[in-house]
T-cell receptor, first 114, second 111 residues
Framework: GAGVSQSPRYKVAKRGQDVALRCDPI?????LFWYQQALGQGPEFLTYFQNEAQLDKSGLPSDRFFAERPEGSVSTLKIQRTQQEDSAVYLC????????????FGPGTRLTVL | GQNIDQPTEMTATEGAIVQINCTYQTSGFNGLFWYQQHAGEAPTFLSYNVLDGLEEKGRFSSFLSRSKGYSYLLLKELQMKDSASYLC????????????FGGGTRLMVKP
């Protein structure tokens, strides 16, 4: 496809459930980022991949959050034992990894934890 | 740490000009981006500044002063479709040039 895609677009989970959010970056993009966006706020960095290597996960809020990109393309963000405070939009972005390259964002997955 | 401030909301009239300011304090500065985000949609790229000065692109211009930690986005000839959130983001030289975002400015354009 032409852009970054994410699925599902909407996810409702009961507290304590595990969820998996998928990101398909633009083909050939080396860098992949996950951000969390609370309602009415700007996105906040969660984690970064360069190809299949997770080079920074300093933004993950707890050890319940786990991300992977095993073949250097598609990435999955997994949240275990979801809590209400995990409710947010999860944005994925990809770029060519050159210094001034813009990040291209997907439409996000809106997660609601009841 | 990083600190980026921008106004929460602004209102302007169709056809007018509006300036959205952004101030930042950061280390490892690699440049400043402006993104537009309509409700429920992905942020889309508007502009990138790494050197001081004004970058113009159609109805949109962006200015940067690195010494002052200051940027603004200027929107001319406002249209109703410009009603959206405008995100100021600083690129820092770690984590693959990750972006640190401000809280966003919600712009409402009125007829």
């Amino acid at each position: 496809g032409a852009g970054v895609s994410q699925s599902p677009r909407y996810k409702v989970a009961k507290r304590g459930q595990d969820v998996a959010l998928r990101c398909d970056p633009i083909s050939g993009h080396v860098s992949l980022f996950w951000y969390q966006q609370a309602l009415g706020q700007g996105p906040e960095f969660l984690t970064y991949f360069q190809n299949e290597a997770q080079l920074d996960k300093s933004g993950l809020p707890s050890d319940r959050f786990f991300a992977e990109r095993p073949e250097g393309s598609v990435s999955t963000l997994k949240i275990q034992r979801t809590q209400q405070e995990d409710s947010a939009v999860y944005l994925c972005a990809s770029s060519l990894a050159r210094l001034a390259d813009e990040q291209f964002f997907g439409p996000g997955t809106r997660l609601t934890v009841l | 740490g990083q600190n980026i401030d921008q106004p929460t909301e602004m209102t302007a009239t169709e056809g007018a000009i509006v300036q959205i300011n952004c101030t930042y304090q950061t280390s490892g500065f690699n440049g400043l981006f402006w993104y537009q985000q309509h409700a429920g949609e992905a942020p889309t790229f508007l502009s990138y500044n790494v050197l001081d000065g004004l970058e113009e692109k159609g109805r949109f211009s962006s200015f940067l002063s690195r010494s002052k930690g200051y940027s603004y986005l200027l929107l001319k000839e406002l249209q109703m479709k410009d009603s959206a959130s405008y995100l100021c983001a600083v690129s820092v030289n770690n984590a693959g040039n990750m972006l640190t975002f401000g809280g966003g400015t919600r712009l409402m354009v009125k007829p």
